[in-house]
Antibody
Framework: EVQLVESGGGLVQPGGSLRLSCAVSGLSFSDHYMDWVRQAPGKGLEWVGRIRKKANSYSTEYVASVKGRFTISRDDSRNLLYLQMNSLETEDTAVYFC???????????WGQGTLVTVSS | DIQLTQSPSFLSASVGDRVTITCRAS??????LGWYQQKPGKAPKLLIY???TLQSGVPSRFSGSESGTEFTLTVSSLQPEDFATYYCQQLNSYPLTFGGGTKVEIK
C-alpha cells in the first residue's frame, strides 16, 4: 500500500520558518517526481512546487508566490521529501499536501496533509 | 501562466443525474489535464488523466473528454459517494495550475 505522511506543520509567526516533511512508502520513491500542493482554509487547490528525480538532476519548479522563499528537497536514501518555508506570510496559511507525480504526469498518490498557520 | 476556468462553480444534483463539469484553458495544453475529486477534510483523489484516461480503480461512470481548449468531466449517473468538489489541473507547463473547483451538492 502506498502511503505518504506529512509532518512538521504548526503555528508560526509572520517572517518565521518551518520545514515540512513527507515520508513515502509502498513505492519506489526515487523513481518519482514529487510535488507540494496547498489549500488555504475554505479555498481551492494551489500547486506549490515540484522536485524531479535524480536522472533529472533533482531540478525544481515553483509557483511565483513562493519562489525565493520556499525550497523543495528530497532524501532518496530515506524516502523523504521536504519543504523548507522561510519568510512566511499570513497568506501561506494552508493545509500542505505532498503528492507523487511524473513528467506531464498527474498527481497520483497524496498524503493526508499538514496544517500550517502563519499568525501573530 | 495558464488559467483554467471551471464551470459551474456550484452544482446541485440528484442521485442518478448525469452531471457535466467544464474546464476551459487559456491556451493549448496538449491533453495534459487531470481531474480530481476532493471530499471535506480529505486529500484530492485522481480520477482522470491525459484528459480522458480513467485512473485505475475509478468507476466507469466517470469520463473525460476534450475539444480544443475545453475539457469536460462527466458523471453518467451520480451516486451518493460522488457528492464532492471537483478540480481540473493542467500539467503542460509551469506553474502547474488548478481550476477553481466545482462543488457538487445533493438537490
Amino acid at each position: 500500500e502506498v502511503q505518504l505522511v506529512e509532518s512538521g506543520g504548526g503555528l508560526v509567526q509572520p517572517g518565521g520558518s518551518l520545514r515540512l516533511s513527507c515520508a513515502v512508502s509502498g513505492l519506489s520513491f526515487s523513481d518519482h517526481y514529487m510535488d507540494w500542493v496547498r489549500q488555504a482554509p475554505g479555498k481551492g487547490l494551489e500547486w506549490v512546487g515540484r522536485i524531479r528525480k535524480k536522472a533529472n538532476s533533482y531540478s525544481t519548479e515553483y509557483v511565483a508566490s513562493v519562489k525565493g522563499r520556499f525550497t523543495i528537497s528530497r532524501d532518496d536514501s530515506r524516502n523523504l521529501l521536504y519543504l523548507q518555508m522561510n519568510s512566511l506570510e499570513t497568506e501561506d496559511t494552508a493545509v500542505y499536501f505532498c503528492a507523487t507525480s511524473g513528467s506531464y504526469g498527474p498527481l497520483v498518490n497524496w498524503g493526508q496533509g499538514t496544517l500550517v498557520t502563519v499568525s501573530s | 501562466d495558464i488559467q483554467l476556468t471551471q464551470s459551474p462553480s456550484f452544482l446541485s444534483a440528484s442521485v442518478g443525474d448525469r452531471v457535466t463539469i467544464t474546464c476551459r484553458a487559456s491556451q493549448g495544453i496538449n491533453s495534459n489535464l487531470g481531474w480530481y475529486q476532493q471530499k471535506p477534510g480529505k486529500a484530492p483523489k485522481l480520477l482522470i488523466y491525459s484528459a480522458s484516461t480513467l485512473q485505475s480503480g475509478v468507476p466507469s461512470r466517470f469520463s473525460g473528454s476534450e475539444s480544443g481548449t475545453e475539457f469536460t468531466l462527466t458523471v453518467s449517473s451520480l451516486q451518493p459517494e460522488d457528492f464532492a468538489t471537483y478540480y481540473c489541473q493542467q500539467l503542460n507547463s509551469y506553474p502547474l495550475t488548478f481550476g477553481g473547483g466545482t462543488k457538487v451538492e445533493i438537490k
